[in-house]
């Protein structure tokens, strides 16, 4: 089985791969839209992509490509405890960084140790942690410093110059694993028979234009029958500004085919429902990391 993921090797993405598939042949993408695509067109079995960071919230690149342009389902989710680290090459003393490069992501998350001990350093956003890494170790002389992984360090022989510099001890980024879904189920939106272990699905819903309280009828489909929601959130449609689609987690503690009749109630009601899935949730701790 060949895995697509968020590259390059090292980076969280790539770790979260390494966890859920281990041995499997897993290959590198430079985008998000890049690794779903080679899923959709059978490049790739899967695909490992990231959903939502707990401090930076949805990474819209993912649900977007999922709404937009593709056929996939989720199959599982793993979520990942993300700690960041201040690489330097060896050869590098903390007063002589010049520039702090990293993903924008983490140099969000960690914004506060930066500003306190770097507010004067020059800070550059780079296409992946693990691009940071590489450019340091290639270019030692320049006095440069990368935020990535434990990973990243070993993989480019950089000194980890301080340790767990994310704002929050509780930073955790969410993973999906996508395939393609069977033709039957992708004009489908009945709940996909799953296991005992499964515990969340998620919903793209387009409400019927024009239609006052519709969002209010849509989520009291759910809140009458106790079906519980860990998430709701608005993305635009690409359409009209002021239009929009929703992308609704359901909390799996009712029975299937309770969710199921929730779901022809909204329809009934004109929405348009995509169901991206049930599925399983995975959290890994440092200690089995």
């Not at 281990?22 to 080679?38: D, R, W």
């Not at 779901?263 to 990391?289: K, Q």
């Amino acid at each position: 089985m060949i895995a697509g993921y968020l590259g390059p090797q090292s980076s969280f993405t790539h770790q979260a791969a390494q966890i859920l598939f281990g041995k499997t042949q897993l290959h590198a993408f430079p985008s998000i839209p890049n690794c779903l695509q080679a899923v959709s067109e059978g490049t790739c079995d899967c695909g490992v992509v990231p959903i939502e960071n707990s401090l930076e919230g949805s990474v819209h690149a993912t649900i977007d490509y999922l709404f937009h342009k593709s056929n996939l389902q989720v199959i599982e989710e793993v979520i990942l405890p993300i700690k960041q680290q201040l690489l330097v090459s060896p050869m590098t003393q903390l007063a002589e960084i010049t520039t702090i490069m990293s993903h924008p992501q983490a140099l969000a998350q960690s914004q506060t140790y930066l500003e306190r001990h770097f507010p004067k350093v020059k800070l550059e956003a780079v296409s992946s942690t693990t691009a940071a890494a590489e450019y340091v170790r290639d270019h030692p002389e320049k006095g440069y410093a990368a935020i990535a992984s434990t990973q990243a360090a070993a993989r480019y022989q950089l000194t980890i110059a301080a340790t767990n510099i994310q704002d929050n001890a509780v930073n955790q980024t969410r993973f999906w694993v996508v395939k393609k879904a069977p033709q039957e189920e992708q004009k489908s939106s009945a709940q996909i028979e799953t296991g005992a272990n499964i515990a969340k699905q998620t919903l793209l819903v387009t409400l019927p234009s024009n239609q006052p309280g519709a969002l209010h009828q849509i989520l009291a489909a759910f809140g009458w029958r106790k079906i519980g929601l860990s998430k709701i959130e608005s993305r635009p449609l690409k359409t009209h500004l002021g239009e929009y689609f929703f992308v609704i987690d359901l909390v799996c503690e009712q029975s299937s085919r309770l969710i199921a009749n929730a779901l022809e109630e909204i329809t009934l009601l004109g929405a348009t429902v995509r169901n991206l899935g049930a599925y399983p949730v995975t959290t890994i701790t440092d200690s089995s990391r």
